[in-house]
């Protein structure tokens, strides 16, 4: 079946440095990809859509400069943590559809990557 | 604004036990509903869905879920739970019938299943 992946799956950073996370769909393009945060016990939330070729659209309440996306390729989305802060540890997730599967197929998500700034 | 609540927190069961999960969602016209499940260590994966027809879907290792218009709800359910269904669930929306990618979810149910 169709395959997200992410990497790294945890990264400790310290504080003011910068983080990438890569998230690549393995057998399928993906024209979109999205990204989710998720904190302790808390549910998933849509950060930002990212958009093959174009600038990603962000949701209400995320900081563009300080998550940068960008997804060069049909297969390779980044997400980029600029000048990271302690509240910015939390659990990232990214996804796909496979779009060769129908316009309502369901999502794909990666396994997350676990950030922790100190 | 949308928005999706899952009643259960955390729900205790022992084996052969019966399951439903709550979800209510928040949003007057067309919805694309979803259950996702999480195993300890493991990604997000797909339960069930709807998007329109029979209202009861039936997803895989024999969970089910049912979409009650009316009701704004879309309860998961299992007739007898294993110890291996041990997970955090999600129910998610999507709204309208355009970008499935954009999914609210609820905040999740952790199920314990004792042996």
């Known amino acids: 079946g169709a395959v997200v992946s992410q990497h790294p799956s945890w990264v400790i950073c310290k504080s003011g440095t910068s983080v990438k996370i890569e998230c690549r769909s393995l057998d399928f393009q993906a024209t979109t990809m999205f990204w989710y945060r998720q904190f302790p016990k808390q549910s998933l939330m849509l950060m930002a859509t990212?958009?093959?070729?174009?600038?990603?659209?962000?949701e209400q309440g995320v900081e563009k400069d300080k998550f940068l996306i960008n997804h060069a390729s049909l297969t390779l989305s980044t997400l980029t943590v600029t000048s990271a802060h302690p509240e910015d540890s939390s659990f990232y997730i990214c996804?796909?559809?496979?779009?060769?599967?129908?316009?309502?197929?369901?999502?794909?998500f990666g396994n997350g990557t676990r950030l922790t700034v100190t | 604004a949308q928005s999706v609540s899952q009643h259960n927190h955390h729900v205790i069961l022992s084996e052969a036990a019966s399951l439903e999960l709550g979800c209510n969602y928040s949003?007057?016209?067309?919805?694309?509903l979803f259950w996702y499940v999480q195993y300890p260590g493991q990604h997000l994966q797909l339960l069930l869905k709807y998007f329109s027809g029979d209202p009861l879907v039936k997803g895989i290792k024999g969970f089910e879920a049912e979409f009650i218009k009316s009701k704004f709800s879309f309860n998961l359910r299992k007739p007898s739970v294993q110890w291996s269904d041990t997970a955090e669930y999600f129910c998610?929306?999507?709204?309208?019938?355009?970008?499935?990618?954009?999914?609210?979810f609820g905040q999740g149910t952790t199920l314990q299943v004792k042996p």
């Open positions: 949003y007057g016209g067309t919805v694309n």
């Open positions: 998610a929306v999507n709204a309208g019938s355009s970008n499935t990618g954009k999914l609210i």
């Open positions: 996804s796909a559809r496979d779009p060769v599967t129908g316009t309502y197929s369901p999502l794909h």
């Open positions: 990212s958009n093959e070729g174009s600038k990603a659209t962000y």
